[in-house]
């Protein structure tokens, strides 16, 4: 009688399953414990110790391009986060510009002009078979260094200079206005939130409607406006001046940064444009032949109609884009950027040999940045969803 019933267990489908699962789950657990004792003891054999008291040393490592107050006074936890703030940078920016001139291609390549959508297909066609450490190389070594030196800068409005050694812009001398012109701009931007849900709210009831888009643009290009050309009026500037061989005050964009975002975006956007070209096919054409029933112009049908609906397309897609501009801000690497693979998977690796804990580190800041990402990208899709009975 035991045996049978250990018999009837065994055949079950669902207790099959759970035992599956333990021994899997078993034996990566004995596999990282193999990984982790074996470590351990080459590292004792090289006489390297292990754990996290590195993070506390004295960094020493001079850091071009600086977003934080990090100096080569600091410990190496300073330079961690140093390079995660430059890896941000250069990802929220790639994304926000790629997000932008991907659009654009897409729906040139739609464009019923012959030359406009053959060049946006020629150049999508181009990107998406070409490596990205190709666009790496050739903005970096192509066209910023085949730019002038600092003594033939190319002048903007005589108060910013592009080089081959980067922008050097005005920098404030102190940014306290304009931090009460930031504060006021999301005030303003938060008020057009609360106006519209309003409108929204009211033309439900009574079905009139509210002057939305007169207030929208006071509240979200006037106010914007006058908040910034009010703290750049009432602030002093650090001008930069040419000394020597090169400029001296201001802030300097790196060449490094322009090249790797100018490559991040111009490779991505060719896959965010068949991301758009394809969301936009496959809203039905009944959608926009009913729209232009009613009268409206081809502009406004494809923001009001064509494009609302195929953002629910493109989501999923477009998010697995942002998570790959963000992994491949690691190829700056390969020019020397300092984003947080340069200076801690690199610079403070050599110093230390803690690779372990370095290594560690740095997958666990691009696991989390992704997921926040995703998490993000599955709310706003969530948001726009179609909601069925």
Known sequence: MPLTKALALINDKRVRDWIYQLALIVGLVALTVYFVR???QNMVKAGIASGFDFLWRTSGIDVPFVLTSYTQADNILGLFWAGVANTMLVTVIAIALATLLGFVLGIARLSSHWLLSTLAGAYIEFVRNIPLLFFVLFWYFGVIAALPAPRDSLSVFGIAFLNNRGLTIPLPDAPA?????????????LAQWLVAFWARRRKDRTGRDAPVVAIGLVLVILV???????????TRWDIPILRGFNYRGGFVVIPEFVALLAALVTYTAGFIAEI?????????????EAASALGLRRGPILR?????????????????QYLNVLKNSSFGAAIAYPDVVSLFMGSALNNTGQAIEIIAMTLAVYLVIGLAVSALMNWYNARIALVTR
């Open 177 to 189: 206005n304009f931090r009460w012109a930031i504060a006021a701009i999301l005030l303003a931007w």
């Open 224 to 234: 914007p406006i006058l908040a910034i050309a009010w703290a750049s009026l009432a």
């Open 304 to 320: 009001f109609v064509t494009i609302p609906q195929a953002l629910r397309v493109m989501m999923p897609p477009m998010t697995n």
């Open 276 to 288: 758009v070209r394809g969301g936009i096919q496959a809203v039905p054409h009944g959608q926009t």
């Open 38 to 40: 074996n470590a351990s």
